[in-house]
């Protein structure tokens, strides 16, 4: 039985309605005197305020970022039925240091079990929680919990310290002044970032950062204020044109340092990319490819070679006979390189030229031969120069009159290759001699 026992016995002791009808008022006392001589107390357990460990220096009264940081739930609960032994108040305060935040909203408290009721108020820059026990203190195991208490420390430099009991009325067993309701410290911001503009680049400007030690620095881009962790420094990074560019450290507990920046006022800019284009393919036997663009630079032609820097060959239009990928790319006068682009065309090859025998002089008729013609078929053309016919079959053929006579081979690709012609010249025959005189003679 527990000091609460006597709360109740005597609340009821004094009130009318309860009637004591086998025992009188007196026994009722002598029973008090005996129960205290069995009372006992369990321990009221805290469950601390979580978040308050190394709250970053900024958060701090003038820091950058200056905020209150809102603890975990504060569970004060009962260790066994009755700990909580009468009506009371319990005042929390902030260390020396740190403050709450009596500006804004009461801390919620709510309870569990049936046996009390509680409530928060702010007190000058204290917080107070009234207890109020029931007749059910008896029957079940209490607790308060108090939820959205916020702290923040006054300096940056705000010694570490705890949220204590530094009032109480009423009886609360086990909480004394040095009981912890919830651990405060301040976390250090990282040192200061070093930075210095190495050397202009091709395309940009190179930038070293150093400092900060036992934390990472953290490249922000143009963003002043960032808090970007996607790119973490190595000793240096490039950037790509002219402007401010800014730098933050952070350290392993997730505070952000006062940033850096430094502005860029020099970079060796590249040229612009090169477009190529070429004669429509498949083609046959050689594309004429185009250069163009690479603004700021003077155009090379590296072949089928995409990462060469060769200055050999300064063009803007070649013509190529082999199928393939082929670039050109782009160089300033200061030596920085555009981007390589290419161009891949397919190449179909042409028949070899033809040959064509039977020319000259005859009489009545010439016969004309083709040869050659090699990875086509030879068609006979007529007397047609540049023809592309088809259909009047092929060598040898038979000609009777003067002229001159072609003919040319085409691939199955549909490519005409070099024609071959001859030229003839063709004497009419004599007509035919009539004899007379014949019979028969003696």
Wanted: glycine residues 14%; contains cysteine; aromatic residues 8%.
């Amino acid at each position: 039985m527990k000091k609460s026992t006597f709360f109740h016995l005597s609340k009821a002791l004094s009130q009318p309605s309860i009637v004591f009808s086998r025992i009188g008022k007196a026994f009722a006392m002598t029973l008090l005197i005996l129960l205290a001589t069995v009372s006992s107390y369990a321990t009221i357990t805290i469950t601390l305020g979580s978040g308050g460990s190394n709250i970053c220096a900024d958060k701090a009264v003038g820091g950058v970022n200056e905020a209150f940081t809102t603890l975990g739930d504060i569970t004060i609960a009962e260790g066994a039925v009755a700990d909580f032994t009468s009506d009371g108040s319990l005042t929390l305060s902030a260390p020396s240091g740190w403050a709450f935040n009596t500006a804004g909203p009461v801390p919620t408290i709510s309870v569990t079990g049936t046996g009390i009721a509680a409530s928060a108020s702010w007190s000058g820059g204290t917080l107070v929680i009234t207890r109020t026990l029931t007749l059910d203190n008896l029957t079940n195991l209490n607790s308060i919990v108090i939820s959205g208490l916020s702290v923040k420390p006054n300096t940056a430099g705000a010694a570490a310290g705890q949220v204590r009991r530094t009032a109480v009325s009423g009886t609360w067993n086990n909480i004394t002044a040095s009981t912890n309701f919830a651990s405060l410290s301040v976390a250090p911001l990282p040192p200061a970032i070093s930075l210095s503009q190495n050397s202009a680049t091709c395309g940009g400007s190179q930038i070293s950062a150093g400092g900060a030690s036992g934390a990472t620095i953290y490249f922000q881009g143009t963003v002043s204020g960032g808090t970007s962790t996607a790119t973490a420094l190595p000793p240096a990074i490039t950037v790509p044109a002219l402007g401010t560019y800014y730098f933050r450290a952070r350290t392993a507990l997730g505070c952000w340092g006062t940033e850096a920046s430094i502005v860029v006022t020099s970079i060796n800019p590249t040229p612009s990319d090169v477009t190529v284009t070429s004669t429509a393919t498949p083609v046959c036997g050689s594309a004429t490819l185009t250069a163009t663009g690479g603004t700021g630079g003077t155009i090379y032609y590296h072949g089928t070679n995409g990462a060469s820097t060769s200055i050999t060959t300064p063009s803007t239009t070649q013509v190529v006979s082999v199928s393939g990928t082929y670039y050109f790319r782009a160089r300033t006068s200061v030596g920085c390189w555009g981007t390589a682009e290419g161009i891949t065309v397919t190449i179909n090859p042409i028949p070899t030229a033809v040959t064509v025998s039977g020319g000259g002089t005859s009489c009545g008729t010439a016969t004309l031969t083709a040869t050659g013609g090699t990875g086509g078929t030879i068609f006979y053309q007529g007397t047609t120069s540049g023809g592309t016919d088809e259909a009047s079959g092929g060598s040898p053929q038979v000609v009777s009159s003067t002229g001159t006579y072609y003919f040319r081979s085409k691939s199955a690709a549909g490519c005409w290759g070099t024609e071959g012609s001859a030229s003839v010249t063709i004497n009419p025959n004599a007509g035919a001699v009539t004899a007379s005189g014949g019979g028969t003679f003696c």
